[in-house]
């Protein structure tokens, strides 16, 4: 098939022209996304602006809104480290229960400690679970070559079911009536307020920038990129990659149980097999819009958690699903991946008769 | 014993289809993770078309169109666009199963209609069922198992035997080649993506017309992902594809069998069992280094004749 465009490649793209290739194919997302609206009757001015509504209305709906990007944004940065190598960690999920899991069971084992103490080792404790988590399919990873996509996506359920599990048998309130549930937490596990939130928002400013300088400042964070960019570099270079690997995915992992310990603590006040609602899946696209960049990442998961408190909100105010959010985020990066074409090419009109002409 | 085979027969077909489609799709080059999301659009327009029309061969078109569709978008965005495909895969997961439950939201809880229940009860073949033991797992079954096992012998003939099959192959195993030889590397990557990717909706349909017929937006629980694994474990091979479905089929019931037999062992700790034991399949395929095993060469080597 001839089309009467020459497609060369291009080097790079200067800075202003990459942003409005971006912004260009988000607003043509939401157009899209506006007329798949219309042919299922819903009016996407009405979607659009009360989803607006839905998030900012209100003390309590922005409230709402940061609520969803505090672990949005910490479980982005997570799955951020471990992109940036190549290895695609579709196990946040996993890692955000496990994290939870290591929390809860610090909190509920120890109620009677000092506030201070108590949340700092549930901190702890779900970093580590959730590193742990993923350093399995990471060590299988490094030594072997196995598959990573499939291995963390797995992960995932055995960690869903095991606290499934727990709810369900034996951590069960056994004075719960009516739905199975772990019993709550001691108000010392309860992250405290700060500033009319919880405190999780604090903690991904810190992560934000931690994140940043961590790989574009440090040795290790450069050594990630460099075994994403080609293996064989960093081969050639003498670093050793399934360290590499391991230490990242550690990284990666322990983000995202830290997310499982705020959404515990703070959210639920108890662990949950449901706690964590998608934040793994959802990270992966943000991450990915945001270029790999920890500080576009923020700005990224601000917008998200505008669409998804907004999509809870129009369930209440227009019964509309709220998984139409997911749809639209689902289109927002389908028009990204396939705007990255202009980015690395240069499509110039010719018209059909030269380009048959070139062709022959 | 025959009757768990010829449950676990059942438990099968929808990881057979996908894994069909998924084997297509790798074998032209393309890994395409989307099976997941594949597989609940195809599971959620069956669903609506059988409950529209009652009849279960709109229903499986429906399907199999819902999955192609899906398809449809990662081939614009990776083949003509060649965006990252594992990405592009992740995304239409997301957007599958944001898709399902959006457009199954009213449907929850809805039965298929009586007519195609009625269509997918068990038909023996005349002669074939009569077979001790074979005839009560293999052929004592629904029309759509039949239809898998004509799917498996149709593609294994078109891989191996046929002109079409042959310049696929060439192209998962050296796209460069394929092109310079003159075999239209776009039109055939499109090709299979789109028909692997209506499979991926068949095996969608199944899960939500016959295994589970009542909707559920999340009827697929991980079994794309199980599909991807097996295309790896059936080393490419739709024979070894169909004795992989088979076994994670038994795989997945097994726990509910042992539990009717009186072990007590919790559901959820039950369910981990087909997620376990794809992981140890992912880990031991790792190891696998004869030639036939491996990989299509060029699978998911992103192709742009100017770069050649």
Known sequence: MILPVRITKRDDVPRRQAAVILVVSIVLALVFSGVVMLLFGLNPIEVYGTIVQGAFGSAMRLEQTMIKAVPLTIASLGILVAFKMKFWNIGGEGQIMMGALAASWVALNHPGLPQPLLLLWMGAASVVAGGVWALIPAAFKAKMGTNETIFTLMMNYIAIKFVMYLQYGPWKDPESKGFPRIPKFSDAAILPDVGGMHAGWVLMLILVAAVFLFMNYTKKGYEIAVVGESLETARYAGMNIPVIIMIAMFISGGLCGLVGMVQASAIEKTLTWGLSSGYGFTAIITTWLARLNAVTTLFVCLAFAVLLQGADYIQLALHVPSSVAQVVQGIILFFVLGSDFFLRYRVKWIGLARARAEAE | ?308
């Not at chain 2, 993506?193 to 499979?199: E, S």
């Not at chain 2, 539990?259 to 700790?269: A, N, R, V």
């Open chain 2, 1 to 308: 014993m025959e009757a768990f085979l010829a449950a676990a027969i059942v438990a099968a077909m929808p990881l057979l289809f996908a894994t069909l489609g998924e084997l297509i799709t790798e074998k032209s080059g393309s890994l395409n993770l989307g099976v997941e999301g594949m597989m609940l659009m195809g599971a959620v327009t069956g669903f609506i078309v059988a409950f529209g029309t009652g009849s279960p061969g709109a229903a499986l078109l429906g399907a199999f169109g819902a999955g192609a569709g899906g398809a449809l978008i990662f081939a614009i965005i990776t083949v003509t666009l060649r965006g990252n495909q594992v990405v592009t895969g992740l995304t239409l997961t997301i957007f599958g199963s944001g898709f399902a439950s959006f457009v199954g939201d009213p449907l929850i809880g809805k039965s298929v209609p009586k007519v195609v229940q009625a269509f997918f009860k068990g038909a023996p073949l005349p002669g074939l069922s009569d077979i001790p033991f074979f005839g009560p797992v293999f052929f004592r079954q629904d029309v759509f198992v039949y239809l898998g096992y004509i799917l498996v012998i149709l593609v294994s003939i078109y891989l191996y035997k046929t002109r079409p099959g042959l310049h696929m192959r060439a192209i998962g195993e050296n796209t460069a080649a394929a092109d310079a030889s003159g075999v239209a590397v776009d039109f055939h990557k499109y090709a299979h993506i789109l028909f692997g990717g209506g499979l991926c909706g068949l095996g969608g349909a199944y899960l939500a017309l016959v295994y589970v017929p009542m909707w559920q937006a999340d009827v697929v629980t991980g079994r794309g992902w199980i599909a991807v694994a097996l295309v790896i474990f059936a080393s490419w091979n739709p024979t070894k594809a169909f004795l992989g479905s088979f076994l994670f089929g038994a795989l997945s019931i097994l726990g509910f069998r042992l539990q009717s037999m009186g072990f007590h062992i919790s559901q959820y700790l039950v369910d981990m069992f087909p997620y376990a034991a794809t992981i140890a399949i992912v880990i031991v395929s790792t190891h696998k280094n004869r030639k036939e095993d491996l990989p299509p060469a060029d699978l998911s080597v992103p192709y742009f004749r100017e770069e050649r």
